[in-house]
C-alpha cells in the first residue's frame, strides 16, 4: 500500500530565515505531487503540483518554490521567510493520468515569528 | 475560475442521527469531479467519497452517500447514523477534467455529540 510521510511535523522560524519542508510517497511510482497551504480556519490552496521529475507548475506566486529531485520526493521551499507564510502545509500524491482522488500527507505547521 | 461555497460554518449533532452537508460550486466545465473530504483534529485529510459529475447515481460509500444535482451545482453530503468519530472539519472540492487542481471549499465544522 502506499505511504506519504511529511517533516517536520512542526516548525518555527523566523522571518527571514530559509524554509524546507519535504515530501516522500512509498509504494507507487511516477505520482503525481503536490504541495497546499492551509490558512487558520479555511480552506486548502494549492501552491505547486508536479507530474514527474523536474517538473513543477506553480499556481500561485510567492516567494515560496518547489523541486521534485527524485520520483517520489518533492520539496517545498523559501530563501527569506515571510511572516504570511505560517500555515499548515499539506502534501499530496495522485496516481499519474486519468485518477483524480488526492491523498495527503499528515502536514507541516510552519509558524513564522 | 472555478468556486467552491460551503454556506455551513459550522454543524452540530447527536449520535445516531443524519447529518447532510452543504455544498455549491460555480463553473462553466461539463466534466469535472467532485470530493468531500475530512480532516479530524490530527488534520490529516481524509478522503470521504468522490463523485463525477458525468455519473447521474449518486454516490455511497457506507454510512456516507452524497445528493449530486448537477443542473443545481449543488453536491451534498449526508452522514447517516453519525459516531463521535465524525467529528471533523468537511471540506468539498472541485476538480475540472483533465486538471490538477482541487478547489477546496471554505469548510463546515461538523460536531457529534454523545
Same mark, same amino acid.
Given at each position: 500500500s502506499q505511504t506519504i510521510h511529511q517533516w517536520p511535523a512542526t516548525l518555527v522560524q523566523p522571518v527571514g530565515s530559509p524554509l524546507s519542508l519535504e515530501c516522500t510517497v512509498?509504494?507507487?511510482s511516477n505520482p503525481n505531487l503536490y504541495w497546499y497551504r492551509q %490558512? %487558520?480556519?479555511?480552506?486548502l490552496q494549492l501552491l505547486f503540483y508536479s507530474v514527474g521529475i523536474g517538473q513543477i507548475s506553480s499556481e500561485v506566486?510567492?516567494?515560496l518554490s518547489a523541486s521534485r529531485p527524485q520520483d517520489r520526493q518533492f520539496i517545498l521551499s523559501s530563501k527569506k521567510l515571510l511572516l504570511s507564510d505560517s500555515g499548515f502545509y499539506l502534501c499530496a500524491?495522485?496516481?499519474?493520468?486519468?485518477? @483524480?482522488?488526492? @491523498?495527503f500527507g499528515p502536514g507541516t505547521r510552519l509558524t513564522v515569528t | 475560475a472555478q468556486t467552491v461555497t460551503q454556506s455551513q460554518p459550522e454543524m452540530s449533532v447527536q449520535e445516531a442521527e443524519t447529518v447532510t452537508l452543504s455544498c455549491t460550486y460555480d463553473t462553466s466545465e461539463n466534466n469535472y469531479y467532485l470530493f468531500w473530504y475530512k480532516q479530524p483534529p490530527s488534520r490529516q485529510m481524509i478522503l470521504v467519497i468522490r463523485q463525477e459529475a458525468?455519473? /447521474? /447515481?449518486?454516490?455511497?460509500?457506507?454510512? #456516507? *452517500?452524497?445528493? #449530486? /444535482?448537477?443542473?443545481?451545482? *449543488? #453536491? *451534498?453530503?449526508?452522514?447517516s447514523d453519525s459516531q463521535l468519530g465524525d467529528t471533523a472539519m468537511y471540506f468539498c472540492a472541485f476538480m475540472k477534467r483533465g486538471a490538477q487542481k482541487l478547489v477546496f471549499g471554505q469548510g463546515t465544522r461538523l460536531t457529534i455529540n454523545p
Open positions: 512509498e509504494g507507487t %490558512a %487558520a480556519g479555511r480552506g506566486p510567492q516567494n500524491w495522485s496516481l499519474a493520468g486519468d485518477n @483524480y482522488e488526492q @491523498y | 458525468y455519473k /447521474q /447515481q449518486n454516490a455511497t460509500e457506507n454510512r #456516507f *452517500s452524497v445528493n #449530486f /444535482q448537477k443542473a443545481a451545482k *449543488s #453536491f *451534498s453530503l449526508k452522514i
